[in-house]
């Protein structure tokens, strides 16, 4: 683990863009104006090129915890996402509390780049298997003001170096005709 990861506050955007360069991920990053939902985000699409995800925090009966992050477009029905998760009853939204103390951001900022702040590995990271598909995907960088688009396989090593294996699942994506 890097120096970067010993320490117990919250990365910030800068820290995490420095981890990325300093494991040799590649990246490139926008600054925006906040935007805490995929609609809102939507009116950066054409600065922005890519695949575009949306991630939901959630905990099992059990508390179990899962960070979700699939393609905006994909719809999650949360009554039956715990099957397809192998998760102990219906999931919930986790607390803005808890989405601190685990991940270090605040709703509307939630993010797979957040496992970083994962210290204990207490947060089973799930990716949405249409997000992964070999284009470039987009997230936040642990704000909603700021946007890093990443290739998949620098995603996945990213991910894979702060022990969070991703679990890669089907979640179903409307097939309206704008799916590109």
Do not use: W, Y
Not at 20 to 29: D, E, I, K, M, P
Not at 52 to 58: D, E
Not at 62 to 67: N, V
Not at 155 to 175: N, Y
Request: proline letters at 4%; glycine letters at 8%; charged letters at 20%.
């Amino acid at each position: 683990m890097s120096q970067t990861l010993a320490t117990t506050a919250p990365l910030t955007p800068d820290e995490l863009c420095a981890h990325l360069s300093a494991q040799g991920l590649a990246f490139a990053r926008i600054d925006h104006e906040a935007v805490f939902t995929v609609a809102e985000s939507q009116s950066l699409r054409g600065t922005l090129p890519g695949l575009h995800s949306k991630n939901l925090f959630v905990k099992d009966k059990k508390g179990r915890l899962f960070l979700v992050s699939a393609r905006e477009n994909a719809r999650i029905d949360l009554k039956r996402l715990h099957e397809t998760l192998g998760a102990s009853g219906r999931l919930s939204f986790c607390s803005a509390e808890v989405l601190m103390e685990r991940l270090g951001v605040t709703p509307g900022s939630v993010t797979a780049f957040a496992v970083i702040n994962d210290r204990d590995g207490a947060v089973t990271m799930v990716l949405d298997r249409n997000l992964v598909t070999g284009e470039d995907m987009n997230f936040h960088p642990l704000v909603n003001t700021a946007t890093l688009r990443i290739g998949r396989d620098d995603m996945l090593a990213f991910l894979r170096g702060t022990g969070h294996d991703p679990m890669i699942v089907d979640l179903p994506v409307p097939d309206d005709g704008q799916n590109g």
